[in-house]
């Protein structure tokens, strides 16, 4: 969502309104673009105030304890009676913790993010500067093809291929000869978990990174690769120290696109992360559990909780993912301030 | 709030209903819920309307939690549930629960070599499997009901519904009646707290359950009994129960109807009863009533009278209890008995 404010933001730089003629048809054109960027806003807005709203109730009952436990119990629906804390209740045993939830949404992201990164920008590279000119149409026809793959899609093939593949391949043999290294050893487990999870979401966001980084690359003019080259510097010379840092800012664009789709992306990671409640994963191969898919899976019951307190939880648990994609964008966000400052740039 | 939103939501859902139902026909109701009964209503309704022209029935998978909600907000006339609704829910919004046949669910395992065999299985030994007290196949619990079969030294990987569901919840009932430890631990509902088991998988849905099993050696899962066709299809062995009365039965025809026998007496005029864990010899310990969730005043009296006439011919033995609906998703017909107060429940429809 913020990477998007930047794309518009650049655009809003490179064309200065004062520039513009004022006529008629601009005023109107001035009003509503205006208008639309306001709702933008609004919407933003309007959603997360909702959103707080009615996890209210949750905030106040959970209190800082659903940051720190890592036990989610919805508590008793048949139970007698109910239990109640700062003045709100819910059923008896309700414990709401999000901390395995919070854990296996970051780490899943930000694994993904090793994964995808470095790949997507040397085929986004590939595709621009080195993949023959006959070839490119077809590879740039299925990378577009691959980032419109609906994910339950992913799910499924990641469901009934990669998970056997790594249960009884892959996991088996990584913890048989690289167990010694920490988090590849123990248990090899049912395929189902953190590995075939970040495997999946960096197959989805692998193809938006490499199309918007492309465009990025594109958009650029041909002269700095080629002034490069004419300096004597390797393809590889040029394509990293030359071209990649003047894109920096669209491919930082890009990553936050990624790595926000990684973050709430839902049931793909649902149908192979092994749906862990109460635990952390012994190494890569464990069960993990993320706010999205834990949301898709817990709201049927959640509904019958006659309290509410669960319904409400998962809006907490809502709002959370909202305030973890709003930080990591803040943070990529200051870090290219600070790069660009260091460089004298205009930030 | 959340009435006026529900409010807003049924009030628009209708308005596209009838806009839609208009054309085809006077009175549309709408069925949501378990997945279990959804196959069921599809070959009910098909068969009904055929001779009911002037009524439309919609049918709808969406899982027993939304069925029960839908029912509540009045956005659907039936909400299927493979659980009867809980004490405090039915405080807060009285409905009928009204019974539509018996189901059952059987206990499912991928052991290599042994999938063929019917092993014997305890509620105490599952919950031990469950709660990561028992790791392997060949624990000395699990062999002192095995006397006699070559159990391996393998991890056991217990898998449990990711999703809110029936089966969760007549499963973790079956551990919660046979085990005090798991009765004061995690307890039973349509989602429970699973204990943290480092091998543990969630799966989604029936069909996710048979998926996980079949890809996963060592593992063990509860799956309804609807599932029967996928679990023989993949080759998957199913435990015997120990019953109440200590011994080990098979999920059959016979053994599920002596356990909805022997409660038939017991079942209360609003009959939200548990048949889990039912005592007889030949008692299968894992059946419950897949329930019809029905809110006794609906407003308008066409559907009300078009609901009553469906859920009438649902529990009529030439009618929807016939074997040839029920025999498809392997469940069983109601008693008797059970008929009458589903009737007198129907009855109070208004």
Known sequence: ?????????????????????????????????????????????????????????????NGLGFFTSMIWNIGNQYGSGTISRAGFSAQPGASFGALVFIFGTVVTAALTMVVAVPLSLMVALSLVYTVPRRIRPIANALVELMAGVPSVVYGLWGMVVLVPWIGTKLAPWVTTHFGFIPFLGGSAGSGNGLAASV??????????????????????????????????????????????????????????????????????????CGAAINSFPQNVF??????????VSQLESALTDASGMAQRSLAELACSLFLITLIINVVARGIMRGADRREGRAA | MRKTLALAFAALLAAGLLGGGKALAGTSLLETGSTLVYPLMNLWVADYQRAHGDVQITTQGT??????????????????????????????????????????????????????????????VLAGIYSGAIKFWDDKQIAEMNKGVKL??????????????????????????????????????TTISWPSVSTAVGATGNPGMVQTCQNTPNSIAYIGVSFLDETNKAHLGYAALKNRSG????????????????????????????????????????????????NP?????????????????????????????????HFLPLPEKIVKLSKAQIAKIK
């Open chain 2, 63 to 124: 899982g027993s939690g939304t069925g029960i909600s839908q029912a509540i907000s009045g956005v659907a006339q039936i909400g299927a549930s493979d659980a009867y609704m809980a004490d405090a829910q039915m405080k807060n919004s009285p409905m009928l629960n009204i019974p539509l046949a018996i189901s059952a669910q059987q206990i499912n395992y991928n052991i290599p070599g042994l999938n063929a065999k019917h092993l014997n299985l305890s509620g105490p």
């Open chain 2, 297 to 329: 005043q609906q407003g308008d009296a066409a559907k009300g009278a078009e609901l009553k006439k469906f859920l009438t011919w649902a529990l009529a033995s030439n009618g929807g209890q016939q074997a040839k609906f029920l025999n498809a998703v």
């Open chain 1, 286 to 295: 464990g069960p993990v559990n993320t706010i999205a898919a834990v949301i």
């Open chain 1, 1 to 61: 969502m913020a990477s998007m404010d930047i794309r518009v933001g650049d655009t809003a730089r490179a064309v200065s309104p004062a520039a513009l003629q004022r006529t008629g048809s601009q005023t109107i054109l001035t009003v509503l673009t205006g208008l639309a960027a306001l709702a933008s806003f609004a919407i933003i807005f309007l959603i997360l105030f909702f959103l707080v709203a009615y996890a209210y109730p949750a905030i106040r009952f």
């Open chain 1, 199 to 272: 495997f999946i979401l960096a197959l989805m966001v692998i193809p938006i990174m490499v199309a918007t980084t492309r465009d990025v690359i594109l958009a650029q003019s041909n002269s700095l690769f080629e002034a490069s080259m004419a300096l004597g510097s390797t393809s590889w010379q040029a394509m990293t120290r030359a071209v990649l840092p003047s894109v920096r800012g669209g491919v930082v664009a890009s990553v936050l696109l990624a790595f926000g789709r990684a973050l709430g992306e839902t049931m793909a990671v649902l149908m192979v």
């Open chain 2, 152 to 189: 391996p030294h393998n991890q056991i990987v217990p898998i449990h519904r990711a999703d809110g569901s029936g089966d969760t919840f007549i499963f973790s009932q079956y551990l919660s009646f046979s085990t005090p430890s798991w009765s004061h631990g995690p307890g039973y509902g």
């Open chain 2, 247 to 294: 011994r080990f039965v098979l999920p059959t025809a016979s053994t599920i109807h002596a356990a909805a026998s022997s409660l038939t007496s017991k079942t209360p005029s609003d009959e939200r009863i548990s048949l889990i864990f039912a005592p007889g010899a030949e008692s299968y310990p894992i059946i419950n009533y897949e329930y019809a969730i029905v």
